[in-house]
């Protein structure tokens, strides 16, 4: 089975940085990924990580280290329409979600 | 249309009733996944499928079913449906490097 863990809620100020770290326990191992979620509307990819490291693009980055079961999703500048629930998500030949990283943006 | 598509967008189903939650996507995506979302439970897998004629049980495959007679289509039925079962459900496809999501169904069990 999966363990999928990651803070249930954090808050910033526009223009700050915040990282949102995600832990996990699978039986398998073929990815992770990070989703926004704005609410009342479905997820939107933001990145995928196979291999241990950094993944740059743009505002977002994600960071991968499978040997500790970890990864965050680092949010640079903050705008205020960053403001969305973050999921975390590990693919070990089925698609598995942690609950959710809630993110307000304050002004 | 490019992407997937879920139909109905909401429902209110009597208890009780059978009903069958449509998805389609025409990216020939090998993987599909059912889940359901409830406040603060995050997204939760009830059924999976990484190829057509094959599928999985999720996390939460209780009163819930599916098929995957062609790559297109995986429908998942509520074979008779009880209060617990309102939720929004989201259906997906995967590459397996990005997972692409249905704007979901919103349905209430009456």
């Known amino acids: 089975g999966q363990n999928i863990d990651q803070p249930t809620e954090m808050t910033a100020t526009e223009g700050a940085i915040v990282q949102i770290n995600c832990t996990y326990q699978?039986?398998?191992?073929?990815?992770l990924f990070w989703y926004q979620q704005h609410a009342g509307e479905a997820p939107t990819f933001l990145s995928y990580n196979v291999l241990d490291g950094l993944e740059e693009k743009g505002r977002f980055s994600s960071f991968l280290s499978r040997s500790k079961g970890y990864s965050y999703l680092l949010l640079k500048e903050l705008q205020m329409k960053d403001s969305a629930s973050y999921l975390c998500?590990?693919?070990?030949?089925?698609?598995?979600f942690g609950a959710g990283t809630t993110v307000t943006v304050r002004a | 249309i490019a992407g997937i598509t879920q139909a109905p967008t909401s429902q209110i189903l009597a208890a009780g009733r059978r009903m069958t939650l449509r998805c389609t996507q025409d990216?020939?995506?090998?993987?599909m996944y059912w889940y359901r979302q409830d406040l603060g439970l995050g997204l939760r897998l009830i059924h999976y499928s990484n190829t057509a004629g094959t599928t999985g049980k999720g996390e939460v495959p209780d009163g819930y079913s599916v098929s995957r007679a062609n790559t297109d289509d995986f429908p998942l039925t509520l074979a008779s449906a009880v209060p617990s079962q309102t939720s929004v459900y989201f259906c997906a496809s995967s590459t397996g490097t990005e997972a692409f999501f249905g704007q979901g169904t919103r349905l209430t069990v009456v």
């Open positions: 998500a590990v693919n070990d030949y089925k698609l598995s």
């Open positions: 990216m020939r995506h090998n993987a």
């Open positions: 699978t039986s398998g191992f073929n990815g």
